[in-house]
């Protein structure tokens, strides 16, 4: 069973940059989907951003323009530039790996993003 581990998450000003990361166990190149989600306290867990296995890229519209994910298969890790944060941004940001065959939908344990205005 593959484990996503996610770091880089802080304390950041409104308008600073936070790049996460998501270091997976194993080869990410079969996973079709890779993706960012983010839970803030009361609310329900939301995609923020996510890549294909073809590196189609998908975002929020609440973060389309400021934040970027890329993936880097050789390094079996995926990224999350933050840039422009904002007090909206704090949340706990999870990984999330994504395959049709086999069916799998793995999960990362959350890293805090917190944004001071």
């Known amino acids: 069973q593959v484990r996503l581990v996610e770091s880089g998450g802080g304390l950041v000003q409104a308008g600073g940059s936070l790049r996460l990361s998501c270091a997976a166990s194993r080869s990410i190149s079969t996973f079709d989907d890779m993706g960012w989600f983010r839970q803030a306290p009361g609310k329900q867990r939301d995609l923020v951003a996510s890549i294909t296995i073809g590196s189609i890229m998908n975002y929020a519209d609440s973060v389309r323009g400021r934040f970027t994910i890329s993936r880097d298969n050789a390094k079996n890790t995926v990224y999350l530039q933050l840039n422009s944060l904002k007090s909206e941004d704090t949340a706990v940001y999870y990984c999330?790996?994504?395959?049709?065959?086999?069916?799998?939908?793995?999960w990362g344990q959350g890293t805090q993003v917190t944004v001071s205005s």
């Open positions: 999330n790996a994504r395959s049709n065959i086999p069916h799998l939908d793995i």
